[in-house]
């Protein structure tokens, strides 16, 4: 397993303060439609590192301002986030959504001089069924079913990632299912069966399962936020998953929110200024030894 390594420099201070300008672009379109990504942008002298958002709403459902709150408080503190739309179960299934993710990271690090940023360094944020696809993405980044959409003008970027925060991430979707299944938990089994089809894909569509069967994968540094009360997922996968890919020699670290339900950081409250000021304290410190 090999990981991420970034060679050029990138200065992050998480207790800097910005005011941020908001706009939408399209980051692809072709037969299946326009897809738009919305730019958070520091003001500032820059040139700042990258973070892509990636929105949940098992599969099928949500959109790129689904993060707005955690969005707009980390380019606040001086990160250029890119918030993208994706192509939707049932109409496009697995692994459609981690195509758009590969298409999306090497666009947005193509692109980055566009947005007063810097590639080097880039990372990703992804809540629940985005948090699946995007450690999906980034330990498989030169995987050629996610890599098959090309991009004329993006020569030389890849989908690798120097960190991922999976906030509530759907990290094991195959024990998802059986737990939904047995919680009674309809719309989220409905949901998996219109993405993935069957049980084998969600087996080999599986962050955690692909470290247990020692896949030839990426390791970039991992945060999990992850509540206490969430009652979409089986809260032994978060921490089974960090113990595999520390086993894999990668770097996890996971941050438990008592008594925090699903989707928790996406209303504003105290605990998710917590969970804010623990993602951009996990962000410096990757930023700091690139």
């Known amino acids: 397993m090999t990981p991420t390594v970034m060679t050029q420099t990138v200065y992050y201070n998480p207790e800097r303060k910005y005011t941020v300008q908001v706009t939408d672009t399209t980051y692809r379109k072709d037969d299946s439609g326009s897809l738009p990504a919305r730019i ?26 689904d993060n707005e709150i955690i969005d707009t408080a980390l380019a606040q503190s001086g990160l250029v986030v ?6 939707k179960a049932p109409t496009y299934p697995y692994p459609s959504q981690v195509e758009d993710v590969n298409f999306a990271t090497r666009w947005v690090k193509a692109h980055a001089g566009q947005f007063n940023a810097v590639p080097e360094g880039m990372g990703g944020l992804g809540t629940s069924s985005g948090g699946h696809t995007l450690f999906l993405s980034a330990m498989r980044p030169m995987d050629e079913r996610y890599g098959r959409l090309d991009i004329p003008d993006a020569e030389g970027a890849d989908a690798r990632l120097s960190y991922v925060i999976g906030a509530w991430p759907v990290i094991d979707p195959y024990a998802r299912y059986l737990y939904a299944k047995e919680n009674n938990r309809d719309f989220l089994v ?42 979409n997922l089986p809260l032994a996968s978060a921490d089974q998953f960090v113990k595999a890919y520390r086993n894999a020699k990668g770097k996890a ?38």
Not at 82 to 87: S, T
Not at 265 to 288: N, P
């Open 40 to 65: 958070y942008r520091p003001k500032g002298d820059g040139p700042f590192p990258l973070l892509l958002d990636v929105h949940g709403g098992a599969w099928g459902l949500g959109g790129y301002a």
């Open 82 to 87: 890119v918030a993208i739309e994706l192509r």
């Open 190 to 231: 409905q949901a998996s069966d219109a993405y993935f089809g069957n049980t084998e894909a969600m087996k080999e569509g599986n962050p955690l399962l692909a470290l247990e069967r020692d896949d030839s994968i990426d390791l970039p540094a991992a945060l999990i936020i992850q509540g206490t009360e969430d009652a």
């Open 253 to 290: 670290e996971i941050e438990w929110f008592a008594d925090m339900p699903h989707n928790f950081a996406l209303k504003a409250g105290a605990e998710t200024d917590r969970a804010i000021k623990v993602m951009k304290a996990f962000i410096a410190g990757r930023l700091a030894i690139i």
